[in-house]
């Protein structure tokens, strides 16, 4: 079993939509979550990062972290064509030593927006 | 949010030579960074910690003498693939955190290495 689960899709929904994107996970000890948009042939670029259970929106974009179900969620509201991209969920157990940045990943969920 | 600049963006080589990938965090420090790889429509696979000033931690399975490491100052890292064969052809992608106060990762724009 993975440590980070996620359905990779494809999913496809029209223009103005309300997505939603999941992913699991079986380490306990994960505390910092965040999700990544990747569009094709670039970096990942984060967009949100959540610390412990809770919620938290930035504009059109609202992230979810349930521990103890071990699921979090990112819910895209009135989506949009530029919103096409690959959205990786990515976790980690600690913030301090080395072991800044050293995350696990979703295997990624391809989006399609269409117009 | 924080920046990390990586170069080149592609790269295409023949089989048998070495490409040299850099990794530059812009408006921050980082004593420590990080080198991924993914594959087509694949999540990223971790290869190595860079740590400034030591030698790298590479993951299980990735060749040490094939993926040299380099973080040379708190604000660079370099990979060199050596001897690169087109098995090694990928997207290579760094990523760095500010660290103390900000522990989320950002992303380098990412490197296509071709192999021919």
């Known amino acids: 079993q993975k440590e980070v689960e996620q359905d990779p899709g494809p999913l496809s929904v029209p223009e103005g939509a309300i997505v939603s994107l999941n992913c699991t996970y079986s380490n306990s000890a994960f505390q910092y979550f965040m999700w990544y948009r990747q569009y094709s042939r670039k970096g990942p670029e984060l967009l949100m990062y959540?610390?412990?259970?809770g919620n938290k929106e930035d504009g059109r974009f609202t992230a979810q972290v349930d521990k103890s179900s071990k699921y979090i969620s990112l819910f895209i509201r009135d989506s949009q064509p530029s919103d096409s991209a690959t959205y990786l969920c990515a976790m980690k157990a600690e913030a301090g030593g080395t072991s800044y940045g050293k995350l696990t990943f979703g295997q990624g969920t391809i989006l399609t927006v269409h117009p | 949010g924080a920046v990390v600049s990586q170069h080149p963006s592609w790269v295409i080589c023949k089989s048998g030579t070495s490409v040299k990938i850099e990794c530059r965090s812009l408006?921050?420090?980082?004593?420590?960074m990080f080198w991924y790889r993914q594959f087509p429509k694949q999540s990223l696979m971790l290869m190595a910690t860079s740590n400034e000033g030591s030698k790298a931690t590479y993951e299980q399975g990735v060749e040490k003498d094939k993926f040299l490491i380099n973080h040379a100052s708190l604000t660079l890292s370099t990979l060199t693939v050596t001897s690169a064969h087109p098995e090694d052809s990928s997207f290579y992608i760094c990523s760095a955190s500010p660290g103390v106060r900000r522990t989320e990762a950002f992303f380098g724009q990412g490197t296509r290495l071709t192999v021919v």
């Open positions: 408006d921050f420090q980082a004593t420590t």
């Open positions: 959540t610390y412990s259970s």
